[in-house]
Every structure is written in C-alpha cells, then in structure tokens.
C-alpha cells in the first residue's frame, strides 16, 4: 500500500484527506441517496448549490458563475478530467449549432504542450484535433502563440472551437497566461464570416484550491473575462476526501443543451424552478458530495483553509531554498505552490538514475515529468503532517544520493570497457589498496575497496561506497580510478582472469603527476 498521507510522500499531488470529510462521507454512506435530481434527493441538489456559491465567492468569481445569478452556476464532477471532457462536449455541441455541422472532422481544439492528458484523452473521445502548443519561456501558453494557430487553421478552413488554458500544469506548475489568451480570443471573435465563438476553459485542478487566498486570486480573475468554464478539485488542496471536483459555467443552458435526455420517469413538477445536475454531467447518478465539502467548510472556515494552503506553499519555498544553494541543480520553472520541479545539471539520465535510486530506497516518492526536452523530478508537499524537518530530512536523502550518482557518473566515463583489457573485463571487482595511514600518510582517505558488479560488456553504473573524508582524498580516489583505466602503462600485478586485480598505489600516483588536475 502506498501511503499518500505520509510525510515523505511527495509524488503526484496531494490527497484531500480530514475528520470532517471522512465523517461527511460517512454520513452520506448511511443515507444512500442517488441525487440525480431535485425530486430524488431535494436536500443533495440544494446543498450543492450553496457550497459551489460559497467557493464561487470564496475565489473571488464575477457572479455570472453563480447559481444566485440565474444564468450559470457550479456543480461537482467526479475529477478535473471529467470536467474537461464536459466542458468539450458542451462546447462542440455548441460548434456544431453555430456552424451547421454534422461532423466534428473539422473542429480544432487547443491547449499547451504542459497541459493535462486528461485534455488530449477528451479530445480523442469527442473525435476533434487538438493542438498542442509550444509554452514560452515561462513554461505557459502565450496569447500570441495561441492566435497564430488559430488564424492558420481558419486559413486551412478549420474550425477553432475549444481552448483549455492551464493555470498550474502537472509537471511544474507553470501557468498558461490567461489575460493575453483572453486578448486574442476577444480580438478573433469576427475574423470569419461565421463569428467565431471558442470556448475558453480554465483547468486549474491542483492550484486553483488556492484562490480562496487573495494574495493568488489575481492568476484567475486578470483575463476571466472570456472564460466560460473553470475546475479545480477539492479533493486535492481542501482537506476533502476523493472524489470531489469543482466545475464552474457561465452558462448553463449550453450543458443542459448538449447533456439533457429527459424520458417520463426522470420528469418532475419541479424540473424547469431548480438544477437537475443530472443534466450538467456524463453519469445519471450522482453520489452526495456536497455533503463532505459542507462538514469541510463549516469546520475549518476559510481562514483555516487558507492557513492550510499558506504552509504548505512556505514548506515549497523552503525546499526550493535548499535546492537553490546546491550549484549540482537548477530548477525548472518557479515555485508559486507547493510544487518543485529540479533536475541535475548535465544529461536526462543523472536525473532519472537519481529517481530510481530515492525511490527504490523507500525513503522519499516522488516522480518524474518532461518538460522541453528535460527529464525533471517533482518534489510536491503533500501531506498535512509534514514539517521543516521533514523538508530538512528530504533534501538530504536527495543530496546523498546525488553524491553517489554522480560519483558513479565519474567512474562509468573513466571506466569504460572500451579502454579496458579483456583481462580486466573478465573481473567483477577491482582492488585499490591504499596505503598504511599509521604514520599519517597525506592519502589517508583513499578507500580500500571499490567494487562493481557489473557483467562482462556493461557500463560500471553501480554507485560506490562514500567513506566519510576529505575533498581532497575524493577527487584523488577519482583521479587514481581514471588513470588506472586509460594509462597503457600500469600493469596489474595479477594477470589472473576472475579474481581481484590489484593496482599498486604507488603506480597510480605516479600517472597522476602526468594527468591534468581534477
């Protein structure tokens, strides 16, 4: 079992978890209602539309996404993907209204090359293109690149209908920039002879909890303008149990046009003065789920939410601050919530060597992403239980380990059996004896043993032992490796094929002095 509540879990995103929830949903279990609309569950229906107006106000959203306005309102899906696949099923079915379509061939949707699969996945189901869009420099998706592709595919006689923009992406939690991709949306609206009407959808499924503080309400609200539709999942960053995503509309009427079947026995006297969310999603049943955002709320508060939320992004900062010292590393993107993406300097494989070995220690879960050709490693605070020192404990499981990665990195280039005998292939361990550190030999640290276990062929990629020593002693165990491997000139003392071949101290010092410095 992997556990998501652990403090040294860091992979993914977080798991909502808390008394009130799991009491919430306890309570729901006992009473085993099927919501699917106001006749069969009034007290399901009803408290749904006041949570989602609480966390509409909470976020700081114009009324017109609220259900007291009369026009949109939210609702709970079961995840931010489901809500993506709504969103485009609305939106085509709108498309093919507007253009008098009767396939969907040449419908274009687009997003960022970061954005969620879950936006790729909903476009294959709806059948239509989908653009994937090179980000900027600052890893999100620009106005300008955005209306480029969509002039180009009006020109090929393509049909834009769709744009998700992503505020906080998987892999780094980058953000696309909303205020300019609703510029050149407002800007394309009368370009063709068929006004253009692209649905704009916000996916902000991890960071989209944090707008109920309003020192990040700006990332949503500067470009809201031509957004027609918006998600985050509680279960993520409110102390809410899965599943619980939150789905915002402007207009209702394009979800109810597009998902509505109404047969006699779903009819009611009440259907047309209230929600029947049955016709806002893809299921006919839906489970109480507003019950456990209610106990939720009504237990923490806002206040307490947003202390929730503030720590966990200080605890990224904090990270990012050890991770910013250590000149092995570099960032990629910046750390706005509680997600680190890092790798090491040098090729894609450091990294992902370094992956391998954190996570198969069980000290520390985390994963990895691509991001721009750049294998990076996620490091997400994720647990409500984590501290500073767990922080503190993290970055030295990964400093550790990166020592050993990348002494091995240094050996696997000096010891290749491209420049070693067949003699020396056929071993499976080499002997470096040092010297006698009784009189206060100056090369006291140099180990004694250093062993790979590596087969005949295959490069020497198992980490070595790290005794505690010098700097100094390091780099002349590393030098002495390197000179041992590529000088014709040392000759082991047992030519013996599948034992331990011995190199004499003295020799390697001596191919040191010829050797350019470390």
Not at 125 to 153: H, M, W, Y
Not at 457 to 485: D, K, M, N, V, W
């Amino acid at each position: 079992m992997t556990n998501w509540q652990h403090p040294n879990f860091h992979a993914y995103f977080p798991a909502g978890n808390s008394y009130p929830s799991i009491l919430g949903e306890l309570m729901e279990s006992a009473l085993g209602c099927i919501g699917f609309s106001w006749a069969a569950a009034p007290s399901c229906t009803e408290l749904e539309i006041v949570v989602m107006d609480w966390l509409g106000k909470a976020i700081g959203l114009p009324e017109d996404f609220l259900h007291c306005s009369g026009k949109g309102g939210g609702v709970l899906q079961g995840s931010a993907s489901e809500s993506v696949l709504v969103s485009m099923l609305a939106a085509r079915h709108r498309a093919f209204k507007t253009h008098r379509l009767s396939s969907s061939t040449r419908l274009v949707a687009y997003c960022s090359m970061l954005a969620h699969s879950c936006v790729e996945k909903a476009a294959s189901l709806c059948n239509v293109r989908l653009r994937q869009l090179e980000p900027d420099a600052d890893f999100g998706l620009s106005g300008e690149t955005l209306r480029q592709a969509i002039e180009k595919d009006i020109h090929d006689n393509l049909i834009p209908f769709f744009v998700c923009a992503t505020l906080g992406t998987t892999s780094i939690c980058s953000f696309d920039n909303l205020p300019s991709i609703s510029d050149a949306l407002s800007s394309l609206k009368g370009m063709s002879e068929t006004p253009l009407n692209i649905w704009l959808h916000v996916d902000s499924a991890y960071a989209g909890n944090a707008f109920i503080c309003p020192e990040f309400q700006h990332l949503l609200l500067d470009g809201i303008e031509e957004v027609d539709s918006l998600e985050f999942n509680a279960n993520k960053w409110l102390l809410t149990n899965f599943d619980c995503g939150c789905m915002w509309v402007r207009d209702r009427l394009h979800l109810e046009d597009c998902l509505s079947v109404d047969p006699l026995y779903l009819k009611h006297d009440h259907q047309h003065l209230t929600a029947d969310f049955r016709n806002w999603g893809i299921p006919l049943s839906r489970r109480f789920r507003s019950l456990k955002l209610w106990f939720v709320i009504r237990r923490f508060g806002l206040t307490g939410l947003q202390k929730h939320i503030r720590e966990q992004v200080r605890l990224a900062k904090k990270f990012t601050k050890l991770l910013q010292k250590d000149t092995r590393f570099e960032q990629i993107g910046k750390t706005r919530m509680g997600l680190v993406s890092f790798k090491l300097k040098g090729e894609n494989e450091l990294s992902e060597r370094l992956l391998g070995v954190i996570n198969n220690s069980g000290q520390l879960f985390m994963v990895p992403a691509k991001v721009k050709h750049n294998y990076v490693i996620r490091f997400c605070v994720c647990s409500t239980s984590t501290t500073n020192s767990d922080i503190e404990r993290a970055w030295n499981v990964i400093s550790y380990h990166a020592d050993h990665v990348l002494a091995d990195e240094i050996i696997e280039m000096t010891l290749c059996p491209g420049e070693l005998s067949p003699a020396d292939l056929a071993t499976n361990s080499f002997l470096f004896p040092c010297k006698d550190n009784s009189q206060g030999d100056e090369h006291e640290a140099v180990p004694d043993l250093i062993r790979s276990r590596s087969t005949v062929g295959q490069p020497f990629r198992r980490p070595f032992r790290r005794y505690s020593t010098s700097e100094l002693s390091h780099r002349l165990l590393y030098r002495s490796i390197s000179s041992a491997a590529r000088l014709q000139s040392l000759t082991p003392t047992s030519n013996t094929p599948h034992k331990t071949t011995q190199l004499r101290l003295d020799t390697i010092l001596n191919a040191l002095k010829k050797e350019r410095p470390f």
